[in-house]
């Protein structure tokens, strides 16, 4: 295992040290030092703040989705789990954040792991259903303002958005029927004498459906709307804090932008680099200056700030919990190595789908 943590590590600073080269190479640092300077300090607030209430949603809305698992379950640890999930994810490389947040509720509230590992992919899931309806949203609506040089990406995008959405709206009508049958399809599933042949796909079979505990909340067609509803919210947010980050930098762009601009930070934030450093840098810069022709001095300056005020908040909130003593250290340690366990159990953890 231990071979395998230096692999990951390896990977990943070098993953980090070629992004942050591409990202610098052909900047002029001076100039990017005073277009920082001169960014509007309100905008940039404001960015925060949106980033702040996102995060108190994310947390609501997990609370929300786990009623099926147990019902009132206190809001603060929920926070909290979520909050140091956030700063495991900034620090370590392997989205170690996304296995380590149901351990911490898990252990704080003694609550089954699985399911709540279960809500957890879930809520990865719901995240991208809303990114696929607000880019959806930008390419009927959105795409004015885009430069020359970015439409052929465009039309590419466009093509490669039809077809995922090909195979996600199957793959939702699974998980609308795959949710009620859940329990009697792991009891076939564990009688079936034709499965045990197959140990390993048995083991698959069973553990996935164990994951479907967190579908439960989907019994009713309102929570469903009410999730859906939540996670729009939290990526409206997310997406004002791109507006106003555009606007602190005087950046005179089209309000698609903004969208625009979500989508590669939340494609840089799923590149297994630590807290998204260089991944998501890069994934700004590409954004504003091949899609807008912004001057690339101004998307070094943009994917600095853009990433200071969407990650940094999540990861200071975390240390704060570390610091006053509100999560141990030998929790961490543990919750490090719950990742390795529930990677042989299910494979990857879903990535991330945004800061």
């Known amino acids: 295992m231990k071979h395998r943590t230096l692999i990951t590590w390896t990977v990943s600073l070098i993953l980090t040290g070629g ?31 949106l980033e702040i209430v996102s995060v108190f949603l994310r947390a609501w809305r997990w609370r929300f989705m786990l009623r099926p698992v147990k019902a009132g379950i206190p809001f603060a640890p929920v926070l909290k789990a979520t909050v140091v999930s956030f700063t495991l994810t900034g620090f370590i490389p392997g989205r170690v954040g996304e296995v380590a947040k149901p351990y911490f509720l898990s252990r704080w509230q ?44 465009m039309e590419i995008f466009s093509k490669i958005s039809y077809v995922f959405l090909g195979v996600a709206l199957p793959a939702g009508v699974f998980l609308f029927w795959l949710a009620p049958r859940r ?77 625009l601009l979500l989508m590669f930070v939340s494609f840089g934030a799923a590149v297994p680099t630590p807290g998204g450093v260089g991944s998501v840098h890069k994934a700004i810069q590409i954004a504003l200056v091949t899609f807008y022709g912004v001057p690339e001095d101004m998307g070094v300056t943009a994917g600095i700030l853009g990433h200071a005020v969407m990650f940094f908040p999540g990861i200071l909130w975390g240390l704060l919990y570390l610091a006053f003593g509100r999560v141990q250290l030998t929790e961490l340690k543990q919750a490090a190595g719950k990742k390795n366990d529930a990677d042989e159990v299910s494979g990857p953890s879903f990535p991330g789908s945004g800061p």
């Open 110 to 153: 003694k609550l089954p792991f699985t399911p709540l590992l279960g809500s957890v992919v879930l809520e990865r899931g719901m995240d991208l259903i809303a990114l696929v309806l607000m880019w959806l949203g930008f390419l009927f609506f959105g795409t004015a303002g885009v430069s020359a040089d970015g439409q052929p990406y």
């Open 19 to 49: 992004l942050l080269y591409l990202f610098l190479r052909n900047a002029d640092l001076a100039h990017v030092l005073k277009e920082a300077e001169d960014a509007s300090v309100p905008y940039l607030a404001l960015a925060l703040g």
């Open 183 to 259: 329990r009697v399809l792991d009891r076939v599933a564990r009688r079936s004498q034709r499965l045990a042949r197959y140990p390993l796909v048995q083991k698959i079979f069973i553990t996935v459906l164990k994951f479907a505990g967190g579908l439960g909340t989907f019994r009713r067609k309102r929570d469903i709307a009410a999730v859906v509803c939540m996670s729009l919210l939290i990526w409206l947010l997310i997406g004002g804090s791109c507006w106003a980050i555009i606007k602190a930098l005087a950046l005179d762009l089209p309000p698609g932008a903004s969208i």
